[in-house]
């Protein structure tokens, strides 16, 4: 089941040209060709059914980990201990209260590290196809 709503995510998110591709080399890269190929067939709308359907069969309450669809890792990197998000509290962030999860600083460590860093230069990139655009 995780590995089928994995790939419906990324189609969706194919959909929505977000790069998915980006560094990917060799099989890895081929794969990600196929599901650009793949995702022309389907709708947004028919690949967020489907992956409903799926997570529908689990019993949230009966869950000690849960998983965070909406964004680009893998299945794995973002599933994390219910007790993290379960609750939230209120940060100040640029003059804002923000509603985050409790246990942020677990969640932000395990799916990104050491998260108070800035990554390598080769480790970022534009996946969102950000353009800046200046005017004069």
């Keep these: 089941?995780?590995?089928?709503?994995?790939?419906?995510?990324?189609?969706?998110?194919?959909?929505t040209n977000y790069d998915?591709?980006?560094?990917?080399?060799?099989?890895?890269?081929?794969?990600f060709v196929f599901f650009e190929w793949l995702c022309k067939f389907w709708s947004k709308e028919f690949l967020f059914k489907k992956i409903f359907t799926y997570i529908k069969k689990y019993n949230i309450k009966e869950s000690k980990e849960v998983v965070y669809i909406s964004g680009a890792y893998d299945y794995l990197k973002v599933c994390v201990n219910k007790k993290w998000v379960e609750e939230t509290i209120f940060l100040d962030f640029e003059n804002e209260k923000i509603?985050?999860?409790?246990g942020y600083h677990n969640y932000l460590k395990k799916v990104y590290g050491d998260y108070m860093k800035f990554?390598?230069?080769?480790?970022?990139?534009?996946?969102h196809n950000i353009i800046k655009l200046e005017i004069n």
């Design 1 to 15: 089941q995780a590995l089928r709503i994995d790939v419906l995510k990324r189609l969706i998110l194919l959909k």
């Design 20 to 31: 998915i591709s980006m560094g990917r080399r060799g099989i890895k890269r081929i794969i």
């Design 99 to 102: 509603s985050c999860p409790k």
């Design 119 to 127: 990554p390598s230069k080769n480790k970022r990139g534009n996946k």
